[in-house]
């Protein structure tokens, strides 16, 4: 992708070359994430930021395995060391 000299504007606007905002998807109204990264900015969607947040928070957790079941695995022993009822399978 080619690089493009943008000047800016009033209030620190700036306009995205046609070429960027076809590639990113966006039009008018479409919100954007900025993010400044060292002496760089990034811009990208909304959705694609989404997307890159869950697939960090994918690989962080892949390692420890299922964390839901860990957890109910750990309240499951916590209410027997407590003599109650199962606290996951609602018993009373």
Not at 75 to 91: F, N, S, T
């Amino acid at each position: 992708m080619p690089s493009y000299n943008v000047p800016l504007q009033e209030n620190g606007r700036m306009i995205l070359p046609a070429e960027l905002r076809r590639v990113l998807g966006v039009g008018k109204g479409d919100r954007v994430v900025v993010q400044a990264e060292g002496d760089r900015i990034e811009i990208t969607t909304v959705a694609r930021a989404r997307a890159r947040a869950r697939a960090r928070l994918r690989s962080l957790y892949a390692e420890r395995g299922d964390v839901v079941e860990e957890l109910i695995a750990e309240r499951r022993a916590e209410a027997r060391r407590e003599g109650d009822a199962d606290p996951v399978a609602g018993g009373d």
